[in-house]
């Protein structure tokens, strides 16, 4: 499945039902980018300005990407500041593979992906077959029971659980690999999910989805500790309120923000997560939590609950939200937190 396929399923469809830019359903999909629209001379403005950004990013890339490695090694700072500021949604699911170091993977393991599909089978499938018609709901690319975008769907998560049978396929693992289908093909998506878990660029992030969600556990330890460093007073309140991460901030990591975020808010931070690595969801979790403080440290527990499962719109633009996100420092903590916690988890030896 390409991505212009994509489009043109979702034109198809938008004849019977409205969708907005994404394929999302508008009556359904709450997080529409619609919420965010603009007048008419605004709107001619910022098409000017997506042109001139789109014609800066063409002449980075190159033809199909055979630029990019040499001007990532010239300017590496106009590389992070230009995804920072968002990928052109026509450039998204080249550039990704290109960040991601997927493209890599692709080149040098030929037929892989083929022969995962065609000729394996997974202990995982009736599990995949159930949580399908799950993953994005109100986009009409993964509606039709059966369609081509819950065939490819399956058959990326199918792969995946082949090639790593210690992983094999988690729930969460779904919203990635759908969100990567509607940018690129089923063979793109598949490696670029492996280099994502296998660390191809970045960390492996295999452990989300291992037995007991080793690595999930490890960075709710690491984000309760940076709320009461960082917001101290609302970390206060959730000691108080007795709330901890994994009641309102699992999905944020399983899901990289894709199950819950709205969409143009979820794709920008999956710009910068490809590029910089997983502090950016530390990042961008936080000063959502410092931007809610005024209202969240009100709340008793109930009401806190939900609150920190539907935040504000205006919370959720990406424009107000990431600038925030940017400039916390979390890196060197991260990393100290890290070592604290495989201490605190450390299995004793046995004799």
């Excluded at 660029?201 to 960075?219: D, I, K, N, R, T």
């Amino acid at each position: 499945m390409s991505r212009k396929r994509t489009e043109n399923d979702t034109e198809s469809s938008a004849a019977a039902t409205p969708v907005d830019r994404f394929g999302f359903l508008k009556q359904e999909h709450a997080n529409s980018p619609e919420r965010f629209s603009k007048g008419r001379t605004a709107a001619s403005t910022d098409h000017d300005r997506e042109e001139r950004k789109l014609r800066k990013w063409r002449k980075m890339i190159g033809v199909g990407g055979s630029d990019w490695k040499h001007y990532v090694r010239r300017k590496p700072n106009v590389v992070k500041r230009r995804i920072r500021k968002g990928i052109p949604d026509c450039l998204r699911g080249l550039v990704w593979q290109l960040i991601s170091g997927s493209r890599d993977l692709l080149l040098m393991n030929p037929g892989v992906y083929e022969q995962l599909v065609i000729y394996e089978t997974s202990a995982s499938e009736l599990d995949i077959i159930r949580d399908i018609s799950r993953t994005f709901p109100s986009h009409v690319f993964f509606q039709k029971r059966h369609g081509p975008g819950q065939r490819s769907l399956y058959n990326v998560l199918k792969a995946y659980s082949v090639y790593d049978r210690d992983v094999g396929y988690v729930q969460g693992m779904g919203f990635i690999a759908g969100l990567l289908l509607l940018y690129m093909s089923e063979e793109d998506a598949f490696w670029l999910l492996v280099a994502l878990l296998k660390g191809a660029v970045h960390a492996p992030m295999e452990g989300l989805y291992h037995a007991g969600l080793p690595l999930v556990q490890q960075y709710l330890f690491q984000l309760e500790s940076l709320v009461k460093e960082l917001i101290p007073k609302l970390g206060e309140h959730f000691t108080h309120e007795m709330i901890n991460p994994s009641m309102y901030a699992s999905q944020w990591f399983i899901t990289v923000f894709s199950y819950s975020f709205p969409f143009p808010l979820a794709l920008r931070i999956w710009d910068v997560f490809l590029s910089e690595g997983v502090k950016i969801v530390f990042k961008v979790g936080l000063a959502l939590l410092k931007y809610c403080q005024a209202e969240l440290v009100k709340l008793p527990f109930e009401k806190l609950i939900h609150a920190l499962k539907t935040f504000p719109e205006d919370a959720m633009n990406p424009d107000t939200l990431l600038p925030l996100a940017y400039p916390i420092k979390v890196s060197k903590r991260l990393e100290e937190l890290k070592v604290e916690y495989d201490k605190t988890n450390a299995k004793p030896v046995l004799p």
